[in-house]
């Protein structure tokens, strides 16, 4: 888990270097990466990429979709309760 951990901490390094911080693509990356980090039992670093990251982003994204914030959002709910 550390080499990979390492890795998806790295490639998100990546696209933020790359791409404008509020870029909906960075919404949908930690979106994944926290769902990544729920499968593996680790909610806190998961709701951290959910609710610091995720929503952030969504919320202000060149490209704000309200369906897939709600779609966040009860994501991060569902987080919430496994803690």
Same mark, same amino acid.
């Given at each position: 888990?550390?080499?990979? %951990?390492? #890795?998806?901490?790295? @490639?998100?390094?990546?696209?933020?270097?790359?791409?404008?911080? *509020?870029?909906?693509?960075?919404?949908?990356?930690?979106? $994944?990466?926290?769902?990544?980090? *729920? %499968?593996?039992?680790?909610?806190?670093? @998961?709701?951290?990429? @959910?609710?610091?990251?995720? !929503?952030? !982003?969504? $919320?202000?994204?060149?490209?704000?979709?309200?369906?897939?914030?709600?779609?966040?959002?009860?994501?991060?709910?569902?987080? %919430?309760? #496994?803690?």
């Amino acid at each position: 888990m550390y080499i990979y %951990g390492k #890795r998806i901490e790295k @490639a998100l390094e990546v696209y933020e270097k790359s791409l404008p911080t *509020n870029h909906s693509l960075l919404a949908v990356i930690h979106y $994944n990466i926290s769902e990544v980090y *729920n %499968g593996l039992h680790q909610h806190e670093k @998961a709701i951290g990429h @959910a609710k610091k990251k995720t !929503i952030h !982003i969504a $919320n202000y994204s060149s490209v704000h979709d309200s369906v897939q914030l709600q779609i966040y959002k009860d994501f991060l709910d569902e987080l %919430g309760e #496994r803690l």
